[in-house]
C-alpha cells in the first residue's frame, strides 16, 4: 500500500510540473515580442485604437504583436480559450507564435507541448489571405492555389481546429485594419465620368461643398462664458465675430475636380490608396478647426467625421507640402487648407450621411480646461457612388460542425453500437436464454468498446468532462463547448438519459474502455485460475465511499483552480490507458498497470473502489426509474448464489441488486434464464408438479 501512495504522490508532482511548464504570463513583455521579430530594435506600446503592438527596425515598420485573446473569442475543448501572441509582418505573414495560455489537457497531462508547438509552427511563414485546411500537410499538391494543408495532431482534432482559427482569425482582424490590400471592396466608389463645371456658388447651393457657419455667441453660449475671458491667442477675435468652416468630399469628379483643379485633382487621385477617402477642411474667422500643436501627416484632434454615432480618424495627406495651397471655383484658400483621408478598413462609407465634429479642449486658466464639441452633418448624393452589392465574406464555420461533419462515420457506428447495446438490454431475457450465446455478443460488444470507442474514436468519458459543466455555473453555459466533441456528445447524452432509467450501469458495464480492459484483465484471471481475494461485504461497502471522497474534493477543488483538478484528476487512469495508448511517461503507465493488475486478485478494483466518475454517475443514477434486474422470491433466502457469483459484490446477501455499484453486465440474468445454473429453477425442475404450479411458485418477481 504505501509503494501505491508513492506512486500516485510522483504522479500528481509529475503532473504539477507539467501544468506549470505549459502556463505564461499574462503580461507580454518586450522580450517575448523580441522573440517574434529577431530584426526588431524598437516595439511601441500597445495602441489605444486597435489592440496591437507596433514593431520597428529604426524607422521601418516591421509588422505588428497582438494577443488573439484581444480579437477572437474561441472556446477550446475544455471551456477556456487558447490566448496565442502573434507575430505578423506588413505583408501579412505570421511570423512568430508564441502560447500564452491554455487548458487543453490532451497537451497539459498528455501528448505535451511539443506536438502542439509543431503543430503552430506550420503557421509560420504563411500568408494570412490563404485559406488553412487542417488533414495532412500530404494533400498540399498544388502550390498554385490559395489552400494551404497543415497536419493535425492525432487524439486533438478539436483542440488544433480551433488553435487554426485563433490564429488566423485574429491575424485576419489585425490584417484588415492595418494592413494595404485586406480589407474588403469600398461599399460605395466614387463614379469616375460623374463631371460637369460648377464654382463654388453652385457647389454650395447643390450641398456638395459645406459651408459651416459658427457665430461668436454660439460659441460663448455653448462655453458659458465670454471670449475674452480666455488668454490671448486662444481666439482670433481681430480678425471677425464669425468662424467659417469649409469641408467637401474630393472622390468624385464633381467636387474634387471642381475644387482643386485638374492638375491637382489628378495628383489626388494618384496618391489614395485604395479603400481611401479624401476630404477638405478649411477655416477662417476668429477660430481654426487645427490645433496650435497639430504636424502635418498625422491625425488632428480637433476634427473628425462621425458615422452611426462612431468616430473615424482623418489622416492628412500633407497635398500642399510642396505646392502652394489653392483652390479653383472662385474660393480663396486659408493658411489651413488641408486634405485628409478615411479608410473605408474602419468601416467608414461615403454614401451614407455623416458629420463633420469639432472637439474643442481649449484652457480657460491654468487650472480650468473647458471641452465643447460641435457637429454639421454633411450627405454627399447617393448619384454619384457605384454602389456595391453587399460581399458576404468568407468566414469558416463553427469549429464544432467542422468536426462533426469530419466525424460522421465514426458518428454513425456509434450511434448504431448504442442502438445496439439498447437492444441487448431490451431483450436481455431473450438473448441471456442461451448462455454461449450471451457470453459471444457480450465479449464481442467488450472489445468493441474498449478498440473502436476507446483506442480509436477517443470516447473515453472522464471526470474531467463535468468540469465546463461546473464551470458553466460561474461563467455561463456554453453549448459549443460539449459540441467541439462528437464522439463525447453522443455519448454523455445517451449515458445522461440512461442514467435516469436504468442507473449507471449502461455506461460502466458496456460503453466504459477502461471498464472493457478491466473486464478482459477479469477474465485473464478466471483463465489463469488466480485466486481472488475474498473481501467481506461489510469492508467491500465502507471501500466503496473512498471514490465518491475523491469526487468531493476534484468538485471543490475545481472551483478553487481548475488547473489543480486537471492535475489531480490524474487518478483516473483514462488518458495512459485508452487516450495514450500506454505511450506516456514511466509514473503514469506504472500507475495504470498497477490498477490493473489490482484487478487479476480483486475484479473491477478501480471501478469498485477509485474511480471518481463512477461515484458521480451513481448519485446521478440513484434516481433512476426502473430496477430491470430481474428477482425471484428465492434469491437472497434461501439461494446466494448471485450473491457469491457477483464479481463485483453489486448484489446484497439479502438477494437485491445494489444499483449505485452494479455495472449490469448481465451475468446475474444469465443465471436467472438458465435451468441447469439457477438453484430455484433446478429444483423446481425435479419437483413433480406440472408446469402450470411451477410457474405459479416461481411467478412473484421482487423488482
Known sequence: MKRFVL???????????????????????????????????????????????????????????FESNDLVEFPGFSGDRINLLIGMDVQGNIVGIEVLHHHEPIFLHGLGPEPMNRFIDQYIGQNVSK????????????????????????????????????????????AR?????FASAPAATAKADTFEPLDTNDLIARGLLQHWEISQNTFESELGASLDDYPDGTFYLQDGDTFNVYFAYLNSPLIGKNLLGEADFTRLQAMLKSNEQAFMVMSSGFFSYLEPEFKPGTVPTRVSLLQNDLPFGMRDLNFYSFEPQQLAGGLEATSNLQIFAVNTQSGFNPSLPMQLSLNIDIAKNHLISQQLQLTHTYAVPTDLFDIAAPVDEYTPEPAWIRVWKMRWPVITVLVLSLIAVTAIFA???????????????????MFYTLIFIGWYAQGQLSVVNIYPILQSVKSGFDLQVYLMDPVLFILWSYVFVSLFIVGRGIFCGWLCPFGALQEMVGWVAKKFRIRQRKIPFSVHRKLGWIKYAILGGLVIVSYLSLSDAEVLSEVEPFKTAITLHFVRYWPFVLYTVALLAAGLFINKFYCRYVCPLGAGLAILGYFHKFEWLTRRKECGKPCTMCYHKCDIKAITPQGKVDYNECVQCLECIVYYNNDHLCPPLKKAGKSPRTAQNIAESLAVEVR
Not at 507580454?28 to 489605444?48: D, W, Y
Not at 485594419?177 to 490590400?181: I, Y
Not at 436464454?433 to 455478443?441: D, I, K
Open 131 to 174: 485559406r488553412v485546411i487542417v488533414d495532412s500537410a500530404a494533400n498540399d499538391t498544388n502550390p498554385n492555389d490559395n489552400t494551404v494543408h497543415v497536419d493535425g495532431v492525432t487524439k486533438a482534432t478539436v483542440s488544433v481546429i480551433v488553435i487554426s482559427d485563433t490564429v488566423l482569425l485574429s491575424a485576419l482582424q489585425v
Open 7 to 65: 506512486i500516485v504522490c510522483v504522479i500528481f508532482l509529475n503532473s504539477l510540473f507539467i501544468v506549470l511548464d505549459c502556463r505564461a504570463s499574462d503580461t507580454i513583455s518586450p522580450e517575448q515580442i523580441q522573440r517574434l521579430f529577431p530584426k526588431a530594435t524598437v516595439i511601441g506600446n500597445k495602441a489605444e485604437d486597435f489592440p496591437v503592438y507596433p514593431v520597428y527596425q529604426l524607422q521601418e515598420l516591421l509588422g505588428y504583436a
Open 177 to 181: 485594419n492595418k494592413l494595404t490590400g
Open 427 to 445: 431483450l436481455q431475457h431473450k438473448l441471456s436464454a442461451n448462455e454461449n450465446r450471451f457470453r459471444w455478443v457480450r465479449w464481442s460488444f
